[in-house]
C-alpha cells in the first residue's frame, strides 16, 4: 500500500535562512512525487514533481526538492526562505503502476519570521 | 488561466440533508477527484472518476456518491448528511494517461453539518 509521512507538523525558519521540509514515502515500484503548497482558505497549489531523471528538481517560487530512492525521501528545500513562504504543504506519491491514485501526506505547516 | 471551479466556499446544512457539492474544470481533463480535508489526516480520496460516467471508490467513500454525467462536471453527493462529515472539501482534475501530471485544484468548499 502507498504511504506519505511528513514527520514534521510545523517548521519554524527565520527569514533569510534556508528551509527544509521533510518527506518520506513508501511505494511498490517507482514513484511519481510531488509537493504542493495551501495557502489560508484556499486549495492546493502544485509546486513541483519528481517522474524520472535528474534527483533535484526544481519547482515554482524558488522551491527545490531532492530525490533520494535509497532513503524512500522526498524533502523541499529553499535556500532563503521568505516571509510569504508561510503556508501549509503537502507532499503526495503515486505509483506509476497505480494507477490514478495520489496520497498526500498530513502536511506541514511552514512558518517564517522576519 | 485554467481553473477548477467549486460552486460554493462554504455551506451550512442540516442533519439527514441530502448535499450536492458542485464542481467544473474548464480544461478539458479526464481525470476527476474529490477529496475532504481534515487538520492532522491531510487530505484523503473520496471519490474518483477517469471518463465521462466512470467512478471509482477511494479510501472514504461511506455516506457519499457521486455523478459524472459531463468530462467538464463532477458531483459529490452527501446522501444524509452528518456531523461528522462537517470537513473542507477539495476537488481537483488531472490530465488522464500515464498518472505523472500534477492536479489542479478548486477552492475547496467548507462544509459544516448542524
Known amino acids: 500500500a502507498q504511504s506519505v509521512a511528513q514527520p514534521e507538523d510545523q517548521v519554524n525558519v527565520a527569514e533569510g535562512n534556508p528551509l527544509t521540509v521533510k518527506c518520506t514515502y513508501s511505494?511498490?515500484?517507482?514513484?511519481?512525487l510531488f509537493w504542493y503548497v495551501q495557502y489560508p482558505n484556499r486549495g492546493l497549489q502544485f509546486l513541483l514533481k519528481y517522474i524520472t531523471g535528474d534527483n533535484l528538481v526544481k519547482g515554482s517560487y524558488g522551491f527545490e526538492a531532492e530525490f533520494n530512492k535509497s532513503q524512500t525521501s522526498f524533502h523541499l528545500k529553499k535556500p532563503s526562505a521568505l516571509v510569504s513562504d508561510s503556508a501549509l504543504y503537502f507532499c503526495a506519491v503515486r505509483a506509476v503502476t497505480g494507477g490514478f491514485k495520489t496520497i498526500f501526506g498530513a502536511g506541514t505547516r511552514l512558518f517564517v519570521k522576519a | 488561466d485554467v481553473k477548477v471551479t467549486q460552486s460554493s466556499r462554504y455551506l451550512v446544512k442540516r442533519t439527514g440533508e441530502k448535499v450536492f457539492l458542485e464542481c467544473v474544470q474548464d480544461m478539458d481533463h479526464e481525470n476527476m477527484f474529490w477529496y475532504r480535508q481534515d487538520p492532522g489526516l491531510g487530505l484523503r480520496l473520496i471519490y474518483f472518476s477517469y471518463d465521462v460516467k466512470m467512478k471509482e471508490k477511494g479510501d472514504i467513500p461511506e455516506g457519499y456518491s457521486v455523478s459524472r454525467e459531463k468530462k467538464e462536471r463532477f458531483s459529490l453527493i452527501l446522501e444524509s448528511a452528518s456531523t461528522n462529515q462537517t470537513s473542507m472539501y477539495l476537488c481537483?482534475?488531472?490530465?488522464?494517461?500515464?498518472?505523472?501530471?500534477?492536479?489542479?485544484f478548486g477552492s475547496g468548499t467548507r462544509l459544516t453539518v448542524v
Open positions: 481537483a482534475s488531472s490530465l488522464g494517461g500515464g498518472g505523472d501530471y500534477g492536479y489542479t
Open positions: 511505494v511498490s515500484g517507482n514513484p511519481y
